[in-house]
């Protein structure tokens, strides 16, 4: 029986990030359930150190991904989608960690991005999934992408670092990212969730 928290194998996730210990655990999670990965960032050595850590995980050369890099005057939003939709055919998700890099006030702004990935979906009828990661000020804009999405079947949602979190907490998001991607997320979006990190002892 299927695990119904797997990203179902062949779909592709585009993710964008500023580092390898942003990126890694993410990446080595959708790896593990079979996606194939177009990993972009300001870095092309360190999304490039992602892509060859995973092609020596227990089974080398069966994990497809592709670096690509993304920083103001080299590549835009508009050219890296056309690129992996050139490379790998299709986008069915977008992973986005939007706390420094891409968000409103940088070069290559996250609504492009998302803007972008969204129109992919659309043109290949894709029931897509975009979760970005950044600050709690993306909340309403957030909900305006999702009520956008809604209709094509897209949905997305913004993951929260709280403040003061604990030290692992790249690996909680990346399986509170892995988990908005998954079939079960399919009715969650427009939502603002605060991820804590497993080492921080949670409210009563």
Do not use: K
Not at 6 to 24: D, E, F, K, N
Not at 112 to 118: E, F, G, K, W
Not at 159 to 165: D, E, H, N, R, W
Request: proline fraction near 8%; charge should be neutral.
């Amino acid at each position: 029986m299927p695990d119904p928290f797997r990203v179902p194998s062949g779909r592709v996730a585009l993710v964008v990030t500023r580092s390898h210990a942003v990126g890694g655990p993410l990446c080595r999670a959708l790896a593990a359930e079979g996606a194939r990965l177009a990993v972009a960032g300001p870095s092309l050595l360190e999304v490039s150190a992602i892509c060859a850590g995973l092609g020596r995980q227990e089974t080398p050369g069966a994990v497809t991904a592709l670096p690509y890099l993304m920083a103001p005057g080299a590549c835009g939003p508009r050219r890296l989608v056309a690129a992996v939709m050139d490379d790998l055919q299709r986008i069915d998700a977008l992973a986005l960690d939007a706390l420094d890099v891409l968000d409103a006030q940088a070069a290559v702004p996250a609504a492009a991005l998302v803007a972008a990935a969204a129109r992919a979906m659309v043109r290949g009828g894709r029931a897509g999934r975009i979760v970005v990661t950044g600050p709690p000020r993306l909340d309403a804009q957030v909900r305006l992408w999702a009520d956008a999405s809604r209709a094509h079947g897209i949905t997305v949602n913004l993951l929260v670092p709280a403040p003061g979190a604990a030290e692992d907490l790249a690996e909680d998001l990346a399986a509170g990212t892995a988990l908005l991607l998954s079939p079960l997320a399919r009715g969650i979006t427009g939502q603002a969730i605060e991820v804590h990190g497993s080492g921080v002892p949670r409210r009563p």
